[in-house]
Antibody
């Protein structure tokens, strides 16, 4: 069974940093591209970032480009999102999502990031 | 960037009735459109892809039609577990992947 478990969320002040992690199991992690998708409270879904299976290709949404970094450790079956220069509008639940072809096929349960002073 | 829109924002339906949700893309996405269902407090789950193919375990009461820029998700006879928010998403031209704003299906 595919499992994606996010961690690392919490309360952070504006301008601060946070690193999210996603532990993957139940599938060959290195064979799958991975993504981060977020959802602000009461709002819709926003794709943030993509990383290929090898980690060599990365994409970012304009809203986080230059502030967020995506990485992975295939030996540890883990995905990461380093978030810097956080703003109030980054407050959201952050989901780790596997990509099957071009489909968001398995989702974690999400981790809540709150940016507030 | 392809902009996705959905209508209506909220759809009130009685159990057993049919629900019809619409999704529109700002430019053609061919059949590269997916639908996701999200229940309160849960992560979204893949419902339909390729504009009309149900994901594993999705019941036949869910169907989708359309191609290009106009798509429709139909739930033929709403069950209690179908009351949720539904998002469409294009994967024809990415990055970025883009989602519609969602349609909430609630109980009438």
């Amino acid at each position: 069974e595919v499992q994606l478990v996010e961690s690392g969320g919490g309360l952070v002040q504006p301008g601060g940093s946070l690193r999210l992690s996603c532990a993957a199991s139940g599938f060959t992690f290195s064979s799958y591209s991975m993504n981060w998708v977020r959802q602000a409270p009461g709002k819709g879904l926003e794709w943030l970032s993509y990383i290929s299976g090898s980690g060599s290709v990365k994409y970012f949404a304009d809203s986080v480009k230059g502030r967020f970094t995506i990485s992975r450790d295939n030996a540890k079956n883990s995905l990461y999102l380093q978030m810097n220069s956080l703003r109030d509008e980054d407050t959201a639940v952050y989901y780790c999502v596997s990509l099957y072809g071009s489909l968001f096929d398995s989702w974690g349960q999400g981790t809540l990031v709150t940016v507030s002073s | 960037e392809i902009v996705m829109t959905q209508s209506p924002a909220t759809l009130s339906v009685s159990p057993g009735e049919r629900a019809t949700l619409s999704c529109r893309a700002s430019q053609s996405v061919s059949s590269n459109l997916a639908w996701y269902q999200q229940k309160p407090g849960q992560a979204p789950r893949l419902l339909i892809y390729g504009a009309s193919t149900r994901a594993a375990g999705i019941p036949a009461r869910f169907s989708c039609s359309g191609s290009g820029t106009e798509f429709t998700l139909t739930i033929s006879s709403l069950q209690s577990e179908d009351f949720a928010v539904y998002y469409c998403q294009q994967y024809n031209d990415w990055p970025p992947f883009t989602f519609g704003p969602g349609t909430k299906v609630d109980i009438k």
